[in-house]
């Protein structure tokens, strides 16, 4: 399966999904024009990588571990209840014995977008790993 | 020739856009915009912002807070705007928007039209957030957030819970009463720095 790249945009993020190099990363700025649009080529990407994962799983007993990083300056609302599905696919992900830890990493100058963070991990009930950069 | 142009000067003006000016920086505007606020738009009145952002003398952590709920704010008159194309009794398909800095806090106010349907149902859930405290407005965010998810009614609900979260202030709006169809909409927030 071919990696996801997706170039940052003045309203979407700089997406990148490589399980080849196992970088799964996505910064910058949320607020597409097409929410459900933009986040659904991610999930789709994420629902073909799983199959993928189980598949190595069984035939190499490989078991990959992934650090999925969000350093997102802002999103908008919109943009937080697909966030919150890509944290439900890592969360099936974690339940299926993947090793996959979420990062989330803020500026220190912006408290906020930690606190954002934190609202949505805990509705999701998950666990991550807040940096501050 | 001179004449003419003697005539052209005294002219009277169609507009007094010197009183418009004049009002917009006594009142401290940094943008006000009358118009369509589609998705280009918002995206040209956003990335204004930014630029501004650096001589406004406030500190960065702020104005990126503004710059949040200013999104927020944009995105909110599109929700509840009525459309010329729908409704073809609407006054005007225009909206309003204005960005002002005073001396002890930043402005944001917004004026659409909106059906006469909606203000009860929108002013109910505008005082319900208003009377809420910041614990209970997370839990009720989560809440919306959650449904919304269900329902799959992306948008709904959600924008106004999150610019009372990160204003830390009440929300003040004002229904005018246009005709027996239609109300202008009001909503003005204030982020204090």
Known sequence: ?133 | MITSDLDNINKPLSFDIHRLYATMIEQSIITAFLGDFDHTTITTLLENFKKRMSSLETSTSINKRVYKIMVECLENIGRHKVSKLIYNEVPSDSAIFLIAKKEDAFYISTGNYINAEQVKTLQKKIDTINSFTKVNLKKHYKQVLAQSKQNNNVGAGIGLIDIIIKTDNPLKYRFLTISDQYSFFILEVTINY
């Open chain 1, 1 to 133: 399966m071919e990696p996801l790249y997706l170039k940052k945009t003045v309203d979407s993020p700089e997406v990148i999904l490589d399980h080849q190099k196992n970088i799964f990363r996505i910064s910058g700025e949320s607020r597409p024009e097409n929410a459900k649009l933009f986040y659904d080529v991610i999930i789709n990407w994420l629902a073909a990588y799983e199959k993928h994962l189980f598949w190595m799983k069984g035939e190499f007993e490989k078991k990959t571990s992934i650090k999925f990083e969000f350093y997102l300056e802002y999103f908008n609302s919109t943009s937080a209840k697909f966030i919150l599905d890509i944290f439900k696919f890592i969360d099936e992900m974690q339940k299926k014995d993947s090793d996959i830890v979420i990062y989330w990493y803020y500026d220190e100058i912006d408290e906020d977008i930690l606190d954002s963070g934190r609202e949505l991990l805990s509705l999701a009930n998950m666990q991550a790993v807040f940096v501050k950069k």
